[in-house]
């Protein structure tokens, strides 16, 4: 059983910055990322922002050269920084964990960006 706690979110003017965590219990991993759901969309439409698998992160188009996905292994953290926060990355944003297809989400944390 994997816990996920998440912190981080807030309200940032477009153009700021935040940086959200999460907290892991476990050690094995398939995957673990961020995902977020925008408003009005539904569960199933979460979107994959960013991705470790293995040695390789993904990151969505719409993310990319803006947000960076790292790791604390000490501190059994994972963290996505946002830079250059736009009114469209507003939505509740989940950390994601997969231990052998079993996936694990995080309670959710609300990114609110005003314009």
């Known amino acids: 059983q994997v816990q996920l706690v998440e912190s981080g979110g807030g309200l940032v003017q477009a153009g700021g910055s935040l940086r959200l965590s999460c907290t892991f219990s476990g050690s094995i991993f398939t995957a673990m990322g961020w995902f977020r759901q925008a408003p009005g969309k539904q569960r199933e439409q979460r979107e994959s922002?960013?991705?470790?698998?293995?040695?390789?992160?993904n990151y969505s188009d719409s993310v990319k050269g803006r947000f960076t996905i790292s790791r604390d292994n000490a501190k059994k953290t994972v963290y996505l920084l946002m830079n250059g926060l736009k009114a469209e990355d507003t939505a509740v944003y989940y950390c994601?964990?997969?231990?052998?297809?079993?996936?694990?989400w995080g309670q959710g944390t609300q990114v609110t960006v005003s314009s």
């Open positions: 994601y964990f997969n231990v052998l297809g079993k996936e694990y």
């Open positions: 922002v960013a991705l470790i698998h293995g040695d390789s992160i």
